[in-house]
């Protein structure tokens, strides 16, 4: 027998500055579903979640929950007030007796519990919402955006947490991967309309690219039509000297439908121009060290990145990533060892915390009062590499209206505001982007852009970021940090690094800093005072052992994707994956021929110390 909803909305409508953001919206949750709530940033998925909460009310229209089930919101912005920890709040739905379970959510989600409300930060109290509503087991969760703030490891624990519960939940999320792993329904706001699939999200693109395939195909019919009836209006009065009012009626009905007509928003035109190139050698790191206090960022690390790398940078969050991408970018020192910049860079930067936006100022101003892009807050222009254009038809290439111009930025979404962020960087050229954490808040969309834009780039990409999709889309090399100094450089993204890792490839042993197989092929070792040597260094010792390895793992890749690249059909049917492996067998067949060097380097030189 069926069980009645969770939750039911009826005829919902809801109208914002003169233009209705829903009409006559329809939709049930039941008990136990697994749904993805998905839409372009500023369709109104937010805002129809507050409406499921009860936190936002609808101009018309019912909410209707289940007599005795527990519905609960994660707050984007909690009220910490009245208690004194992190810890405190977030146990504050579940009884005293049960306190254990938000214990085990916290530590899942790595939060501090002793952390008072006034020191946390805005990450910190987006965790402790999480962490209280999944502590409190409701009938339905309205989870929005949980994973922002979340490092990988944390995403894991939620995913796998999710994906045992017995509860319900509205999932909005721009981590694909994880919206693959846990929903089997989709709820689309689109255009005021919320439409239902069953099927989870990785269904998703399919329904959606059909759906707008057979409203273009209906439109097309529609315009034909109106475009025959104005034929007949016109040619055939003057045959019958008196109108049929009824195909005049129908004519006029044709029009008004037509007018009716939501277009679609359309993808944002987002352009980057590399610029001039810059040198080949982005950046050397020698031997680097950097410290605070007693805790150890970085040790003994080494790595040379080339002109049109992508090298992703991952690990637990406060683990030292943005510090080891600002000593790369040469924006901090470190302790010790040796940084080499390149020549003729023009980096731009994707700050994460969004810094470079004034929340009191207008979009507009945001664009027109910044001394790099050569323009000044009097301007109604802003230059766009090189290129003078107005800055609402500029904003427009990103999808904001007229209107959100000259509106402050504070009001704007968080997808919304990275958009804004992007059309700054895109607007002067680059040869290397530095994006901190660039996939929060974007909506599917626009990642896919970002994305496509990112593999015709032809400048140096160093990337932090959390979600697994993007990194496994764009990056060529990732630079796994563990915590305690360790960092080891991977090839690949982020599926090549965690299978790499598992085989116990480049993991680094107790007594001495981890080998690192790209850095080690191409970092010349430190001068040092001449001295004799009667035998190789511990360091070519573990680097002569550990190579024969390296090599046989980097040969069996090729083999692969040698055989991967064998089919005939690949690239007709995959031109994007036909050029990623063709571009990572070159990588490979380079890094092995580097390492094949280096060992007989080694080996000729042991051969000769000992005689």
Known sequence: MNRPPLLTLADISLTFGGNPLFEGVQLAVQPGDRVALVGRNGSGKSTLLKIMAGLTEADRGTRFVQ????????????????????????????????????????????????????????GERRRAALARIVAAEP????????????????????????????????????????????????????????????????????????????????????DRL???????AVEGISARRKRNMGRVRRLQGLREERRGQIARTGVARMEIDSGPKSGKLVVEAIEVAKSFG?????????IRVMRGERVALVGPNGVGKTTLLNIL?????????????????????FDQNRAQLAPEKSLWASLTEDP??????????????????????????????????????????????????????????????????????????????????????????????????????????????????????????????????????????????????????????????????????YKQSLRLEALPAEMERVTAEIARLEQFLADPELFSTAPAKFQKASDGLVERQERLAAMEEEWLELEALREELEG
């Open 372 to 537: 790099d892009l050569g323009v000044s807050g009097r301007s109604d222009q802003v230059m766009v590499r090189g290129t003078p254009r107005h800055v609402v038809g500029y904003l427009k290439e990103f999808l904001f209206d007229e209107r959100q111009a000259r509106g402050p930025v504070s009001a704007l979404s968080g997808g919304e505001k990275a958009r804004l962020l992007l059309a700054r960087i895109m607007a002067r050229a680059s040869n290397l982007l530095i994006l901190d954490e660039p996939t929060n808040d974007l909506d599917v969309e626009t990642l896919d852009l970002l994305q496509e834009i990112l593999d015709d780039y032809d400048g140096t990409v160093l990337l932090v970021s959390h979600d697994r999709d993007f990194l496994d889309l764009v990056a060529t090399t990732t630079i796994a940090m563990e915590g305690d100094g360790r960092a080891t450089v991977y090839a690949g993204g982020w599926s090549d690094y965690r299978s790499q890792r598992a085989e116990g490839l480049g993991e680094a042993p107790a007594a001495a800093p981890a080998p690192k197989p790209r850095a080690q092929a191409a970092a010349p070792e430190p001068a040092t005072a001449p001295k004799p040597q009667d035998r190789l260094s």
């Open 226 to 232: 109106i475009k025959a009836e104005g034929r007949w």
């Open 67 to 122: 007599p005795g089930a527990m519905v609960d919101y994660m707050a984007q912005d909690p009220d910490l007030s009245g208690w004194a920890t992190l810890g405190d709040y977030a146990a504050s739905g579940v009884p005293e007796m049960e306190r254990y379970r938000a214990d085990i959510v916290m530590e899942g989600l790595k939060l501090d519990p002793a952390t008072r409300p006034e020191a946390a930060s805005g």
């Open 294 to 302: 007693a805790r150890s960022i970085i040790r003994d690390f080494s």
């Open 329 to 349: 970018t040469g924006q901090v020192a470190p302790d010790s060892g040796t940084i080499r910049i390149g020549t003729n860079l023009a980096p731009a930067l």
């Open 139 to 222: 009938e339905l969760m309205l989870l929005d955006e949980p994973t922002n703030h979340l490092d990988i490891e944390a995403i894991g624990w939620l995913e796998e947490h999710l994906a045992q519960t017995r509860a319900a939940f509205v999932l909005i999320s721009h981590d694909r991967a994880f919206l693959r792993r846990l929903t089997r329904a989709t709820l689309w706001v689109d255009r005021g309309e919320v439409r239902r699939q069953e099927r989870g999200f990785e269904g998703f693109e399919e329904w959606r690219d059909k759906t707008f395939e057979e409203e273009e195909q209906s439109r097309h019919k529609l």
